[in-house]
């Protein structure tokens, strides 16, 4: 297993401004709350109220903040949404 892993994160909604994408490392075998808290890292202390009320996902489902994220990953933050 590698020591460090590329995490391609897609953002969507309020994320927008930042961009279509960010990328960056984590260390293998972190969780799902440590990829938000990496997320903060890059997109600045502004955004960290809006990645404390989203989730992370990858092609499948919204992941748990205790999800193993083991290898290089594709993963997208999706903002908390109204309707009306």
């Not at 748990?64 to 290089?72: K, N, R, S, T």
Request: charged share 20%; net charge negative; proline share 6%.
């Amino acid at each position: 297993m590698k020591n460090e892993i590329t995490i391609t994160m897609k953002l969507f909604g309020a994320f927008r401004p930042y961009g279509d994408t960010v990328e960056f490392q984590i260390c293998a075998g972190s969780c799902a709350r440590t990829v938000k808290n990496a997320l903060g890292n890059v997109l600045g202390e502004q955004a960290h109220p809006l990645i404390a009320d989203s989730v992370i996902a990858n092609n499948e489902t919204i992941l748990p903040d205790d999800y193993v994220i083991g290898d290089d990953a594709q993963l997208s933050i999706l903002p908390p949404v109204c309707g009306g």
